[in-house]
């Protein structure tokens, strides 16, 4: 349970030149940092209670990023998990990822030794589970492809490498060529997860692909990405210069990788790919529930010191606005907790997945509201916000008196806390973790739109209003008393 | 277990005039099948799952709208047993009131027992309870009083009786005056258990009174309000004349009336008004959960029949509001299901109560979306809906052949149909079940918007904050780790 | 000007039964004193001046109701009217649709005379002008077809007379059939003009027709329609038996009635049916910013009365959602002007029209915000606006002093005044007029959306976007400077 | 017509340091060529149309920016002008406070001549104006003090010059202290007009103070605020370099600043320093309406393009959106053109002025819709919005090729057309001046609620309703049948 290390040794990229150290580097530090809360959570008091679990696969405790889910209580417990560490981080902490291609990776393994007997993945993929759970390690998950034309399949694409594919099948494992884009926290992360993004058909086959590599393998490189504001950290400074967390996603390009075939769990299996996605997506839907709650939380007390700083905490319209944000914050929580709690078994012995209508109202929700509540802080946190002098205004001793005096509020606090308190709001109100990935983060808002739509059952939903209004049951049989369970939930 | 019975000895007025048999009434009548539908639930197969449990007060399976909740399970067991008889009703059935109400006099009168040491109100009610439990009864409960000037204090009212309150001691009771509205069902129930609407004060101590009487105890006098609509039920007809259930809400009166010390569950006990209030409100507010979102499930049915019939169903605008409209509704329904599950034990041995948070943010949610489902079935129900002719055109030999021709679809459906189903979208969509009643039912939506804002814990929020800007925790104390609990949440 | 006739040559059926005299049925006369206010208002104080305009056809002031649009003055003047009238009404007074139908008229059989040279149409319209506003006609305007399978062209539906087309043509007129639904005010007027309700192609030229009928035609038949609420006009009573004006909105069926050549006004010009409807339809939705705002006003006017009979119109709650309604209403007004300030000329000499950009922003704003404005109202009035007793119980001598005792607020109101309040409230905010008729008058949603997108030049949005990223403009020429023109804008 | 000089004698501080060439300046630069397009903008071809005004003032042809209105189509010529120039700078381009201070100033200093005869102030204002128009003179307004403790008057602060007040009184003029914040375009004007930004009682009329400065004036520090994403302005560089015109914002520090008499303009006027408030904030709420749409326009154009290189631009889902944005932004721009069509005289001849209503509805839609604006061009154009690569890296020739394999969507576009949008997207979509800056621009919205619950007439409403329920008037006289007028529109 070391960590993230330097990663000398794999080809990652930031702004335009090769890093040697992750560990050290003005960009990624943050990241480092935020990945560093996952492992201490296991220690820290506060939340060593939801950071560990018992692993059946190794017989131990277990960093819970690590765990397979055993039940709702599990499912239960990574959310309530996800918000404390958001609290911590104000950020997002990247290890979610590949912790469900974790658990998607056991229920579909799983799926194929119950559902085919071939239990080939199921095996490689229960020894590569130990390995990552008794080394603890740091996974990136890898699914989205950089797709091309969005509106063709992968065998459709006139660039045949837009969708990470194998190119060759050798003795010891397979070839693979691509690239993966949005991929949370990938330059720092041990291994990789690749995984499908999306339905198969036959002749996707090569397509249908899913695999862990370490990130240091040959053919690998990583492009990290630029997110708003980060060039400050290029500053340094310890208001503006964004001493703070921070997430990073990059571009994972594969160039001809070999894979053995011990890391290979789903090879060319397109009828698996649907049901691939559409398990991790609501693992992922759901988790969004805790972390971008938790990120609210952070928004909302932010907004509370700004208002207080200024004496207008007990206004009714600050009321007002203070409530709505907590309300809206709330419901995103509470959409993920009853995804949790009403968790439902895909395996015979496990493979607990939350509930599909839950997951993607949360994540709904999440594409939605942090917009309005970041509106709501910039509205209680007045248009300093966008005006602010810097840090080193503040330092500079021929204004730092007349700065001390015209930026202060009620006089308990002082400038200083008024400049760090807006900073941290333009931060975290207008991140990339708040804003951009609650619309794109596990699929966007049209994904989850097709998942709601198909896992409502609107024949029932018919049949009841026509029973209401007096007509008979259409002989199509509409009438039936229960609802359609999803058809990914075998037992 | 008989369901509702005539009534005939209560002092009941409809549209002016004393009633007889509400079973019989054509006002009441549809009020009538829908209190039946919870009796029924006991014993239909596919709800009688759901709406029996095991009491340990008289050591039998009762109905479960006269069941102490024992556990979580029992929480989200109410909410999904709600969205299913919605779906049978199309209505509200009216006896949550009175389930929620014993269930809050269980904690109440539980808690001063614990606190305080005094059993009588705690014993008075259990044996009320098997009373209740053993007749299967049905219950209202009425909680509002009418208020008159909204800003003071039931003792600073200029009319006295703005709010129910003691007027005589006697040796064997108590004699009460005053007046509750919005009392839902009030009209065709046993009894009729009163409650206090607010917090109070001691010189308020006469207002602050809780007690069970029969609906046909001397002095009562019920007025039964009117509804949107409601004319039609005048007009007789199996397609317009409101062939459906309906609920009714009334004004209850009490004029001098006694009761005895038995059925008094709180005497002046102004310290537990405000607690009383609480509790009874986060349980009726979880409740929405169910029948709110399971007459979403009508009016989303309703709506995909419609467009089935105008053959557009398939359109991509209409499945984008058939999608949103889910998406709204489970918004709702996962909220209550989060505030059952995470349920809390307000007593030693039981007391089971929901999460205060998720329980307002589900009331809060209802308070909005219902107006937004109802404007989108609207939008695809088409212009028809406010104009389509009636069942006596429909049934006038020169006007059918062509009616029938003109107001149909696509051939598959028939024109009755399609008026069947516009009657039933008019009939629920605006309706005051699913509008006013979810604006104002458990209180109106400021009374959640204080309880959300009380429940949060600003406090903490801002530490988090601060501790992220690099900030000390300021002295007052609010670095505290760990969120506040709800002042209630004993356990 | 006489206003509304008893119309007994007419076949009109109301709840199934053939009407003699509309002026006096229960059901129509609320509606016939709505269209009288037209009459009136070009001779009241307050409305005269607005009410009134200069007609150049017969050179003399007729009622703006019958008047064509001379220049942007008369647009707004239109707009600002109907927010009046809808204050002295309460509802729709029904005689936009045909007067925007004369408008629509008089630009498209111009247009025909200019483009084409052939002067017939205009020549028989501008008599037909002549007549209506010498005699100030009650005009009824009938577009929406009934349309059978929404989804198939007026020459594919298997219910040939699903849109109203020539059946045969004579020497001295034509011959129709078919049926509008959704007319608007049609059991009540003088005459009916018809309008094509789409696009067409040259396989459904015998549907692209216009003209217009005296009511009493023979082969004509009205079937009016139902409204919520409506059951209680058969009541009578001054406070529930609903003693306000509505609109009506009636099925309009053409049995094979004959037209002659002087009055129809298009025959068989499936060309110009697109341009017709794209005309009408957007002189209509501009008008909605006037009679829906002055809905508007009336519901928070109401909700301001009941606020301050409940004493908390002083609340900060109350005032924020007081004020949020009047911005919503306030918005729709405002698109409303601006689409009428923003007039052009379609014809060399007038053809005065609104701009379609904002004339469908009004619209869209018109679909959306009413319902939120209701929410609002009824949040503000309190839940007894779904349960307040009855008239009659109000006045029974036993109920009367409780009720004027227990639904007083503050001492300065009656019981009775907020009887009648709520009862406005109830029949203004849940009505056809304001709710439906917001989302589907002028064509539902979608078909504002359409426009709104066909309006817009994306084209050279995107130019000036790429310009600003540094790109140069396409080949395809998307750099143009100026905005692309609507099609229909000649001038 | 110069435009922007180097201002090497003012002191102006940027991120701590001074600044001797604004010019010159990475910071400051962008903001320069955004305040150089307002000079242009009367010179090139497209806007010199809009761009010019005749003034009577000086007898010729000025710049619209120092232009005095002179009747509604001046004001709609403004916000038709500001929409267009968006499109040019893509940011605020930071003339318009002044030119609103301008025409307050001549409205205020009219009605104190004509109401109580003091011509002085108008007098000198009018020779001040003659001086900026025939320089055509770049202005801030300098309105917003920095406030100290909000809930206290200036003359209750602890802080006494919390608010710019008076210190001394000499024979040539004042000496002014304190200081304003938020003040757009500060650092690179040639003057400044500094206004009082609340309504003031007697003991704050050292407060109630407005007058011009030259920025160079000694004693005037400037300090530049820092904006989201500034940081990369210090990298340089073509795409990610902010390459872009960008606004600037900041704080303006009077320390004992003298101002000679003949550019006083208000001079301790107490009572006059409300409706200046409100005469200005409704010139500048009503200019948003422009501006603010505009940015709109590019956010549409970016994220059309966008959806073009994906591929996606005709999927319904992503029309939908499109039509969206283009509601939202055109609702905003059409209650601009309302408030400039309904203008208003102020004065007996001119000081036209918007009308307060629709100017406020203008504002308070920019304070809500740009985010969902944001929201939904940040779904169209995918998560790499947040995650693309760096330009350095496009530029990096090893990883060049595969950037431009793998972000390239249809085959069209290039990999770098994708970056330089997304780019684009992110400084606008997520720019101080569109989200911010539409919140807090011209007052927070709680400045612009408090102004709709004044102007709006909810006694007249209310008598309105009353009417129509059947009640008479009350009274207290609320049936009177005109709408009250804002008191500041005297004639």
Redo the contacts between chains.
């Keep these: 349970m070391e960590g993230i290390k330097r990663r000398e040794h794999a080809e990652i990229?930031?702004?335009?030149?090769r890093v040697d150290d992750v560990t050290a580097h003005p960009f990624l530090k943050p990241s480092v940092k935020s990945f560093k809360a996952t492992f201490d959570a296991a220690f820290e008091e506060?939340t060593r209670g939801l950071a560990r679990a018992y692993s059946p696969f190794v017989g131990e405790e277990v960093n819970r990023f690590v765990h397979i889910h055993q039940g709702p209580e599990d499912l239960?417990a990574k959310v309530k998990l996800l918000r404390k560490l958001s609290?911590k981080t104000?950020t997002c902490f990247q290890r979610c990822v590949g912790w469900d291609a974790l658990n998607t990776l056991y229920v579909i393994s799983g799926k194929i030794a119950e559902r085919e007997g071939r239990k080939e993945y199921l095996n490689r993929f229960i020894e590569y589970l130990k390995y990552v759970q008794k080394n603890d390690l740091a996974l990136a998950g890898a699914m989205?492809d950089?797709?091309?034309?969005?509106?063709?399949r992968p065998s459709e694409q006139?660039?045949r490498?837009?969708y990470v594919h194998v190119v060759e099948e050798k003795a010891g494992g397979i070839v693979v060529r691509g690239?993966k884009?949005?991929i949370t926290g990938v330059a720092v992360v041990d291994e990789v997860v690749v995984m499908p993004t999306r339905a198969m058909t036959e002749r996707d086959a090569e397509y249908a692909v899913s695999f862990a590599i370490p990130l240091d393998t040959p053919g690998v490189?990583v492009?990290?990405?630029?997110?708003?504001?980060?060039?400050?950290?290029?500053?340094g400074g310890?208001?503006?210069g964004l001493?703070?967390m921070f997430n990073h996603?990059?571009?994972l390009?594969l160039?001809d990788v070999f894979v053995p075939w011990e890391r290979v769990f789903l090879y060319k299996e397109w009828r698996w790919a649907a049901q691939f996605v559409e398990v991790f997506s609501n693992y992922h839907r759901q988790g969004y529930a805790g972390c971008k709650s938790g990120l609210g939380?952070?928004?909302?007390?932010?907004a509370?010191?700004l208002a207080?700083q200024?004496?207008?905490a007990d206004?009714?319209?600050v009321?007002?606005k203070?409530?709505e944000m907590?309300?809206l914050n709330?419901?995103i929580?509470?959409?993920g907790?009853?995804?949790s709690?009403?968790a439902r078994r895909l395996l015979k012995n496990g493979g607990w997945w939350v509930d599909p209508?839950?997951a993607n109202?949360?994540k709904?929700?999440v594409?939605?509201f942090p917009?309005?509540v970041?509106?709501l802080s910039?509205?209680i946190a007045?248009?300093?916000?966008?005006?602010?002098?810097?840090?080193?205004?503040?330092?500079?001793p021929e204004?730092r008196p007349?700065?001390e005096?015209?930026?202060?509020?009620?006089?308990e606090f002082t400038a200083e806390?008024r400049l760090?308190?807006l900073?941290?709001l333009?931060n975290t109100s207008?991140s990339?973790a708040y804003?951009?990935?609650s619309?794109?983060?596990a699929g966007?808002?049209?994904a989850q739109?097709i998942s709601?739509?198909r896992v409502?059952d609107?024949q029932?939903?018919?049949?009841?209003?026509?029973r209401?209004?007096?007509?008979k049951a259409e002989a199509s049989g509409d009438a039936r008393?229960?609802p359609r369970r999803p058809a990914e939930a075998e037992k």
Aim: charged share 25%; aromatic share 6%.
């Design positions: 990229f930031v702004l335009g030149k506060d239960v609290h104000g989205t950089v797709k091309g034309v969005r509106t063709l006139p660039n490498d837009a690239a884009a949005n490189k492009v990290v990405g630029r997110q708003i504001n980060d060039g400050r950290r290029l500053e310890e208001i503006d001493p703070y996603e990059g571009l390009i160039e939380d952070v928004i909302i007390g932010t509370h010191g207080r200024l004496g207008i206004k009714p319209h009321q007002e203070l409530t907590v309300f709330e419901a929580y509470s959409a907790l009853a995804a709690w009403e209508m839950y109202v949360t709904h929700l594409a939605r917009y309005e970041a509106k910039h509205d007045g248009g300093l916000l966008g005006t602010a002098p810097s840090e080193a205004d503040l330092k500079n204004l007349l700065l005096k015209y930026l202060q509020g009620v006089p806390e760090r308190m900073r941290l333009e207008l990339v804003l951009v990935e619309v794109h983060g966007s808002p049209q739109r709601i739509q409502y609107f029932r939903a018919e049949a009841i209003a026509r209401l209004a007096g007509l008393a229960e």
